[in-house]
């Protein structure tokens, strides 16, 4: 199975200041087609997750601009600019290039 | 408007059985994989299961195989989820999501149903 590592788990920011996420896979997450299928969510309290970037970088529709992922094969992270009140909650990175889909642990941000 | 809702969770003693049902509305749904994700109260997110569009192809976690089953509906636009030999570390909310392998899916996500096993 493909182990997905996030870090730091807890992240306290400032309003107003940019976070950045780390996620790293165990195995490379290119798959045969060329893409490299790697996902970040957002669960507010009490939500459901909520996609934001899909295939490392695509940000889905409706997601701030202050959202970005950059990375490749292992090595993947989420940025957030000027971080705003409603971005707390836990940002799970996703893996769904090989079998088992696998999640990472977490990252908790705190205002 | 694009939606997912699960229902079916409930209250059910160790070793028991139970069945999800996830009901999709605003997209074909034929055309998409879809899948289960379970959450303890306080922990992760944690793929459970996926269906191909199809219904032909069906996944597993290691910690479900052979107790849980995945189906679809296309007729019906529903996915379940029958639960065997339940067991303490079931206990969990579970989503269906839209999305499987190697897709840009995953964008759709119900608003989960809490399953509670009880020794």
């Known amino acids: 199975d493909i182990v997905m590592t996030q870090s730091p788990l807890s992240l306290p920011v400032t309003l107003g200041q940019s976070a950045s996420f780390s996620c790293r896979s165990s195995q490379s997450l290119v798959y045969s087609d060329g893409n490299t299928y790697l996902n970040w969510f957002h669960q507010g309290p009490g939500q459901s997750p909520r996609r934001l970037i899909y295939k490392v970088s695509d940000r889905d529709s409706g997601v701030s601009g202050r959202f970005s992922g950059s990375g490749s094969a292992t090595d993947f992270t989420l940025e957030i600019s000027r971080v705003e009140a409603e971005d707390v909650g836990v940002y799970y990175c996703?893996?769904?290039?090989?079998?088992?889909?696998?999640f990472g642990q977490g990252t908790r941000l705190e205002i | 408007d694009v939606q997912l809702l699960e229902t079916g969770g409930d209250l059910i003693q160790w070793g028991g059985s139970l069945r999800l049902s996830c009901t999709a509305s605003g997209f074909t749904f034929n055309t998409y994989a879809m899948s289960w994700v379970r959450q303890a109260l306080g922990k992760g997110l944690e793929w459970v299961s996926s269906i191909s569009g199809s219904g032909n192809s069906t996944y597993y976690a290691d910690s479900v195989t052979g107790r849980f089953t995945i189906s679809r509906d296309n007729s019906k636009n529903t996915m379940s989820l029958q639960m065997n030999k339940l067991r303490d570390d079931d206990t969990a909310v579970y989503y269906c999501?839209?999305?499987?392998?190697?897709?840009?899916?995953?964008?759709?996500w119900g608003q989960g149903t809490l399953v509670t096993v009880s020794s």
């Open positions: 996703m893996q769904n290039t090989r079998w088992p889909i696998t």
């Open positions: 999501a839209r999305g499987g392998a190697y897709s840009s899916g995953w964008s759709v």
